[in-house]
């Protein structure tokens, strides 16, 4: 019995099951973590409350703590909401035709390079870039310039100011010319407007492309929801490029947008270079959004709070000497709750190779419940009333011997003095004591 207890005060030490109480104040910090990386505040509110249903009731049966494996279970959902099916580029077409799409300055010349680059390089595409934004010529120059740069013929028509026609003309002369993959590069506009939409949906329509994707500064924050809806309502394009990552933005666009439109982010760009560019990894994302290091320490302060105010509440019942059997039976079905016995004492640093031989089976508490509900509430709550005939009738009611009885009372006075002693140093000091 003796060595059962001690187990049980091992096990306390690791305090863990996942309480409602400690879900609503890790998902406080991870909303927070959400609107800080500018993720949609809606789409915030509706991640955290399905996070929470998942939560709620999971038993810690791994070497995190509660708060460490609820920001696990934010960030695997978080993972799993941006990732989806994996999304290569479609380049099926003879030529495959990519088409470019997103507002100006999103990124789309810049990223149309890249994307060649990444082509011509990774899977031996012959890629010709085509330069469709006839409003700036300083813009058909940006792309020949980077044509230039990494070695890829671009097409232009000077004096033509019609973007469909030069999208057509340019795939006629990629299949006479041995391009296998043609990247339209387009013109955007600073908003979302008709004329804008009007035009890349035109070309759409003309060339059919087997990819259109979607550009997006992925510094835009709120914005992009919209940007992206009245694109994909248009355009109902393949995939999402979020450009600009190697700022200190967040990203929380890569969610909300994924959340509004239902696309697979495909790339990401993180630089100005043509050789900035990026496969989207989702988990490495839900990392970046939820700023990993600052949740985990903000959830670890919660849970701290968390601890202590139970301690408070546990310092004050032993300093008026009310600490009793019930206590005591409620800290028994916290462990259980926490799951299977061997798991759990597994799970404490060392504990496990020392615990290896000794058989603990779940019923480990049994005998002891059982004894404490053999007593009446009096007996409970002032123990020091359990004479020679109680003792009897309390074994006798639970099944057990007068001398496991014995035992089990003196283990509790002892844990009782333990407790008092120790309540000088107040509720943290006690709490540092329990974890060990
Ligand atoms: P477009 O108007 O959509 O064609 O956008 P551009 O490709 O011209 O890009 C606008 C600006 O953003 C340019 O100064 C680019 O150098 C810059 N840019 C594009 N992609 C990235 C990126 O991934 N990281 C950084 N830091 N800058 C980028
Ligand atoms: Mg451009």
Redesign the pocket.
């Known amino acids: 019995l003796s060595d059962k207890l001690d187990k049980a005060f091992h096990v306390l030490k690791g305090h863990g099951s996942i309480t409602e109480i400690n879900v609503a104040e890790t998902l406080k910090e991870v909303r927070r973590a959400l609107l800080d990386a500018d993720v949609n505040y809606k789409i915030a509110k509706d991640f955290t409350a399905k996070v929470k249903d998942e939560a709620i009731g999971q038993d810690v049966l791994t070497t995190l703590n509660p708060g460490q494996l609820m920001v696990k279970i934010v960030k695997d959902e978080l993972a799993q909401l941006m990732g989806g099916e994996a999304s290569g580029i479609n380049l099926s077409g003879n030529p495959s035709i990519i088409l470019m799409s ?10 149309s390079g890249k994307l060649a680059l990444f082509l011509k390089n990774k899977k031996s595409k012959q890629p010709l870039l085509v330069a469709c ?1 006839v409003y700036r010529p300083a ?1 058909i120059n ?1 792309l020949k310039v980077v044509g230039e740069q990494i070695g890829v013929e671009v097409y232009t028509e000077e004096d033509n100011k019609n973007p469909v026609e030069i999208a057509q003309n340019a795939i006629k002369y990629a299949k006479a010319n041995g391009k296998n993959t043609v990247i339209i ?1 387009t013109a ?1 506009r600073l908003a979302v407007d008709e004329e804008m939409m009007n035009e890349i949906s035109n070309i759409h329509k003309a060339i059919q492309p087997q990819e259109t994707l979607f ?1 997006v ?1 992925s510094m835009t924050g709120q914005d992009a929801v919209n940007t992206a809806k009245a694109f994909n309502d248009i355009l109902n394009f393949d995939g999402v490029i979020l ?5 200190d933005t967040r990203g929380g666009a890569a969610l909300s947008i994924k959340s509004v439109v239902n696309k697979p982010i495909k790339f ?5 270079k043509m050789e ?1 560019i990026d496969i989207f990894y989702p988990e490495r994302m839900a990392e970046r959004i939820l700023g990993m290091g600052d949740v985990i320490s903000l959830v670890e302060r919660a849970q701290e709070q968390y601890d202590e105010e139970e301690a408070r509440k546990l310092q004050k019942k032993i300093a008026k000497d009310e600490f009793g059997f019930d206590d005591f039976l409620k800290q028994i079905q916290q462990i259980k709750k926490m799951g299977n016995m061997k798991d759990l004492v597994g799970m404490i640093p060392g504990a496990g190779k020392m615990m290896k031989d000794v058989d603990i089976d779940d019923d480990a508490f049994k005998g002891i419940e059982a004894m404490i509900h053999s007593m009446t509430p009096q007996e409970r709550s002032n123990p020091a009333l359990i004479n020679g005939s109680r003792k009897k009738r309390i074994a006798k009611g639970s099944g057990n011997q007068v001398q496991e009885v014995n035992q089990l009372l003196k283990q509790f006075s002892q844990m009782s003095k333990m407790m008092k002693m120790m309540q000088g140093g107040g509720a943290k000091k006690m709490m540092q004591m329990m974890k060990g």
């Open positions: 997103g507002l100006q300055g999103s990124g789309k010349t810049t990223f934004d813009a940006q590069d955007g550009v500064d450009t600009k990552l190697d700022g990401i760009g993180t630089g100005e900035a």
